[in-house]
């Protein structure tokens, strides 16, 4: 059946279909001036991050009636609030932006930057949209999609931040289907640090060199490589590197009274690390003690001083051998006794 159109009737259907026509591209036109705005204002900020207020969140989401082409991501954020170590909100804002940086710099050539801006927004500032997001505690980063309002928004959950910006862009990920990429962390030293490390060293080594050739480095110090030896001596006795490999903890707390502390374990399975710092300190003090008394007690001109060193020395050195011993009967169980010539009954 053939259906036929008066004048009238064309005409107004006309004239429908040039304001539909007109007001289709007015949108297109708006919504590409939006995305080059944003484009732009990415492209001016250091971090890839742009600040919006309550003026450009009704902007670029409340007075765009048509599904938008892009996505916000938008970390709320309170500077009033940053001295509040809990919220980790200075911490957590600049892993928002090492993701930013990262999404610009891996599709800085693709179709996909123009489809996701990170965006953040301070209370002060914008009280208004935060009341509208119905935000009310933070830490709080929403994604706005291109089709979304702002109450039915999506928003990440407090478990999302623990692995900080790898967390974050997994759920940009998982959210808007779009690659973030590989995470570009900034490095540890700047460039000017780095460059200044290595003047400072160049000048430090030209001074090293000169003092290495006169015979006047730490190397040439014999006080230097005394302390050593005495450190490498306490470390071998004091059972050190028992105490690191087995992880032994310094002392326990005492069972019957949590009061107390147990320095000393009665026990071969098992050695503390007071113990072997205690033993260590005594065969130390032992080993001095005798290293002075061959090297530097000789050097002593008067008779009767060499033999009172050397009596309260040798004194010294039976005690803290007679105490080690002591130890080892009291948390082994063996006895440990000088033996006598049976002539000396």
């Known amino acids: ?19 539909t026509f007109s007001s289709l591209c007015f949108a297109t036109e708006s919504n590409e001036e939006r995305t080059n705005e944003l484009l732009s204002l990415q492209s001016r900020s250091d971090s890839s991050i742009i600040h919006l207020n309550d003026q450009s969140i009704a902007r670029y989401i409340t007075s765009v009636k048509t599904p938008r082409p892009y996505s916000l991501l938008i970390f709320f954020d309170a500077h009033q609030l940053h001295d509040k170590s809990e919220l980790r909100l200075t911490e957590l804002h600049k892993e928002f932006s090492i993701v930013a940086s990262s999404f610009t710099t891996n599709n800085a050539n693709q179709s996909s930057l123009s ?8 209370f002060k500032e914008s009280q208004l949209t935060f009341s509208q997001f119905g935000v009310n505690a933070l830490p709080h980063i929403r994604l706005v999609g291109p089709t979304h309002g702002l109450k039915d928004s999506q928003h990440m959950d407090q478990g999302d931040y623990s692995r ?8 940009v990920e998982a959210k808007t289907r779009l690659s973030v990429g590989p995470i570009h962390r900034p490095p540890i030293l700047s460039r000017n640090k780095i460059i200044l490390i290595v003047v400072g060293f160049l000048i430090w080594l030209s001074y090293f060199v000169k003092k290495l050739i006169t015979g006047q480095t730490l190397l040439h110090d014999p006080r230097v490589w ?7 001596y306490f470390f071998s006795v004091s059972g050190a590197m028992h105490n690191i490999i087995r992880k032994m903890p310094m ?13 000393f374990y009665q026990g071969s399975g098992m050695q503390l690390g ?10 130390t ?3 001095l003690l005798l290293a002075f008394m061959s090297h530097g007690l000789v050097k002593i001109k008067s008779v009767k001083v060499q033999r009172v060193i050397m009596i309260f020395a040798l004194l010294v050195c039976f005690l803290a051998v007679k105490q080690v011993v002591f130890l080892d009967n009291w948390k082994t169980g063996y006895g440990i006794h000088g033996y006598w010539p049976s002539s000396w009954h």
Not at 1 to 19: D, E, G, R, V
Not at 226 to 232: D, Q, R
Not at 251 to 260: E, T
């Open 285 to 287: 003090l032992v080993g």
């Open 115 to 122: 489809k996701l801006f990170f965006c953040d927004i301070e």
């Open 251 to 263: 002392f326990l707390v005492d069972r019957n009274d949590p009061s107390k502390l147990v320095f």
């Open 226 to 232: 005394l302390a050593g030896s005495v450190f490498v």
């Open 1 to 19: 059946m053939a259906f036929n159109l008066n004048l009238p009737t064309m005409s107004f259907l006309l004239l429908i279909i040039t304001i």
């Open 164 to 171: 900080l910006a790898e967390s974050m862009a997994e759920f």
């Open 274 to 283: 007071a113990e072997g710092f205690t033993v260590g300190f005594l065969y």
